[in-house]
């Protein structure tokens, strides 16, 4: 069973950056589409980003693009969130998930990190 443990997250004032990494155990991740999501609070968890085992697929959602970028090391079974002009509304905690596609990832991923917390100060 794969299990996903996120870091990188912390306090950070609006305008700055901040790197989240997310290291899977358990088994490989090279066949896996990666992602991430968010939750908010108050709100549902949406998603973020998404990209496919080979990085040919690379999808963001429209608050994020140009702001954040999605990346993958499947030699160190990891994923990366690198996210810049950060917002006081990015705050939320910040999940990693895996599936076997980009309809799954979005339906109902296979495996979800415990998240780690984002809060942008403004």
């Known amino acids: 069973q794969v299990q996903l443990v996120e870091s990188g997250g912390g306090l950070v004032q609006a305008g700055g950056s901040l790197r989240l990494s997310c290291a899977a155990s358990g088994g490989t991740i090279s066949r896996y589409v990666m992602g991430w999501f968010r939750q908010a609070p108050g709100k549902e968890r949406e998603f973020v980003a998404s990209?496919?085992?080979?990085?040919?697929?690379?999808y963001y959602r429209n608050s994020v693009k140009g702001r954040f970028t999605i990346s993958r090391d499947n030699a160190r079974n990891a994923v990366f969130l690198d996210m810049h002009s950060l917002k006081a509304e990015d705050t939320a905690i910040y999940y990693c998930?895996?599936?076997?596609?980009?309809?799954?990832?979005?339906?109902?991923?296979?495996?979800w990190g415990q998240g780690t917390q984002v809060t942008v100060s403004s």
């Open positions: 998930a895996v599936a076997g596609s980009s309809a799954e990832l979005r339906r109902d991923p296979a495996y």
């Open positions: 990209i496919s085992w080979n990085n040919d697929n690379l």
